[in-house]
């Protein structure tokens, strides 16, 4: 569900003209619906009501900050990857108690500042970092808490790169070790080891792998009770997947109904971690069509967004709805294709689209999540603007680079 | 060949100890060779002496203002693809007259200043363009020129996102086409067609597909001239391949000796376009060991740089060499990864390599080119340092950017 609909033949953002943005502040052009994306948190909050778990939105699905703020407002959280997260988390005021901060590749700098933000803990992917945040919080003169991560090995159907689950993957710690980890937990005098952590991979629409996950951790937790080890929070990571093409991902009720008895049942406070769940379908990339190349094989759409703006197709073979801003009822079989100079730069292949014309409007949809995030100067091109619609409202929460910026930190020595 | 060579145990970059430059400068940090980036220009040079072409380095592969400079400097030209990477060729002092400009979704603004500035040529890669390219040209009272970009149609031998000279991809002009567009060339009054452009793909190891596709243009302008129509110019693009792993491409000068005669009988004015060859090898990514994990599974060393430093292990499977900073006699099969909270974020997988502990450091070597140019923000990642360095002389030629960077053109809203 999402508040991009057409009225008459316009596409609309709310009460926003789609069409009236892109002339406004140009294109490629990032346009989010507030209802969308806050509309998302309060469904997965109210499907969860009776457990009341904390909702650490996952910032690096789209880490802007207007959108860090609007969550927030709302009563989330935020799961953290890096430095440069925790920094956003707190430019916008998100509660450090709020925070949880996982990666395998958490540096001495990172976990530095994290403790003496006194985040609510970090997620602990192995042994020698575990050893680390230890060592660094005794030189701080602190206790820390942590989750540890447990690496359920579960089979997950979705693309190679996002599943993270399986025990052939960098993250997480085995069941076996983090038994033996949270048997000698008294070695670690400066950490608490406060709860355990899953995470099996993104863009998951089966409940199945979720409920197969929890129920490993589940029996885990009741093994480490017969050692009388008790914890506080059961992690569960985000994952839900979202619509992008004809998938039925569970919704957020069906979710909660197969989950809920098995979380209750661990006695624990429950953290969750969705993205892609609250942002994706909240965003759309509205780009210009520059020309329409007709070669003997093929038709392309060559339009101003490239790769750089949104690499998904091109790195997960990911698929994006694309659409016209003005409906169009005739359509063609085309390539949709960006300026870039390689033959991966391109939003669709071989797929009907709208018949446009030469200065029309494409929105590629549901690139709220993982577009703009991901996005690069490549081919020296400026990275996006976004703005945020919210009924009549329209702000501009990142303006578009400008070719200083390309150079900002270069010198030509 | 190039000057990232071990002295005894240490591994240096012409006389600097890289090792230093790790611990002065932070990781991850790009290194790269001043003299092994222009040898590899000298070499293309020396080797087409005979013809003397205008080697208009392509920006894209790394786009750096000091290699930009470097470049020129030595008498290079410079081939872009946008108009940021216009901005940039001019800010390094490139003469207009050494710039050609290629894409398939030039801007009507990329276009306007391009004229304006007045550079050698656009490639042009379609008719739509074309008409484009004239409309603005007459609007700014200006006549301009322009290469058709040929679509050859030849099969390469390399990874699919950078083969761009097969009919299906988005890229050129199929020479029917060509041929009637040159026939009514009269009707573009503000465009002169100077000249003819084919770029087969990149990363090309052998030199039969060159040949091909020089052979197939050579014998379109010979049926140009029976029609009466002389040129200027033959642009053959870029594509050389360069070693990774044990690759064993032609050097400059079989390449040359294979392509010169056809090239001369053409009558033409030669000009080139390579990227990586000159950059490739010409650059190195520092990164540091943050943890060694082992699993019951497989060996995973975790180091500092990940996905957004460096992407084309994910996007196109490729392979880097792997080498510590300090040599080390044994290895071990590892995983090679990045902190990035995804299963793409590899640099190398199940590899042998050298027995590196937590602190050291490592070079993932040949990342001149396709390296800093691709990285991106991603889980708000800051970007990483560059140092260029001649003999014993180390200069920043980018500063690593700040958390204040990362949200400069954020509004929380």
Same mark, same amino acid.
């Given at each position: ?53 904390? +909702?650490?939105?996952? $910032? ?6 207007? /959108?860090?703020?609007?969550? *927030? &407002? #709302?009563?989330? %959280? ?71 991560? +447990?690496?359920?090995? $579960? ?6 790169? /996002?599943?993270?689950?399986? *025990? &052939? #993957?960098?993250? %997480? ?93 661990? %006695? ?146």
């Amino acid at each position: 569900m999402h508040e991009f609909k057409y009225k008459n033949t316009q596409l609309y953002c709310e009460n926003v003209l789609v069409g009236k943005l892109a002339k406004t502040f140009g294109t490629p052009l990032y346009v989010y619906s507030y209802h969308t994306l806050i509309g998302h948190y309060l469904k997965l909050k109210a499907a969860f009501s009776q457990i009341n778990p904390l +909702i650490c939105y996952s $910032v690096k699905a789209n880490s802007n900050l207007s /959108i860090l703020k609007a969550l *927030i &407002t #709302n009563g989330a %959280g935020l799961d953290i990857v890096s430095g440069g997260e925790l920094f956003r988390a707190l430019k916008v005021g998100c509660p450090a108690k709020r925070i949880v901060y996982a990666s395998v590749g958490k540096t001495e700098a990172e976990i530095s500042t994290a403790i003496a933000k006194g985040i609510l803990f970090f997620n602990v992917e192995s042994l020698p970092e575990l050893r680390s945040i230890d060592r660094i919080a005794g030189s701080l003169g602190k206790i820390t808490r942590v989750a540890i991560r +447990i690496n359920p090995d $579960v089979e997950v159907k979705t693309h190679k790169f /996002i599943t993270t689950g399986k *025990i &052939t #993957n960098k993250f %997480g710690i085995d069941l076996n070790n983090a038994y033996k980890i949270l048997l000698l937990r008294a070695k670690f005098k400066n950490v608490k080891i406060c709860g355990l952590h899953i995470h099996i991979g993104s863009q998951i629409t089966e409940s199945a792998p979720f409920v197969s996950g929890i129920k490993k951790v589940s029996a885990f937790i009741k093994k480490l009770e017969l050692k009388g080890i008790r914890l506080e929070y059961l992690n569960i990571g985000g994952g839900l997947g979202i619509i992008y093409d004809n998938e039925t991902p569970q919704t957020a009720q069906v979710y909660a109904d197969e989950i809920i008895p098995l979380l209750k049942s661990t %006695g624990l406070k429950i953290i969750m971690e969705p993205g892609r769940f609250i942002a994706g379908n909240a965003g759309i990339l509205i780009t210009k069509v520059l020309y329409i190349k007709n070669t003997p094989k093929k038709k392309f759409i060559i339009v101003d967004a490239g790769m750089n703006d949104l690499i998904r197709p091109a790195l997960y073979g990911a698929y994006h709805n694309i659409l016209p801003l003005r409906k169009i009822s005739k359509s063609e079989k085309a390539d949709v294709v960006g300026p870039i100079c390689e033959s991966g730069d391109f939003l669709a292949k071989e797929r009907m689209v709208a018949n446009v014309k030469e200065g029309d409007y494409l929105a590629v949809m549901s690139t709220g999540a993982y577009g703009f995030s991901m996005s690069s100067n490549y081919n020296s091109r400026l990275r996006a603007a976004e703005v945020m619609v919210s009924e009549d409202k329209v702000q501009v929460i990142r303006k578009r680079e400008t070719y200083a910026d390309l150079i900002r930190n270069e010198f030509a020595k």
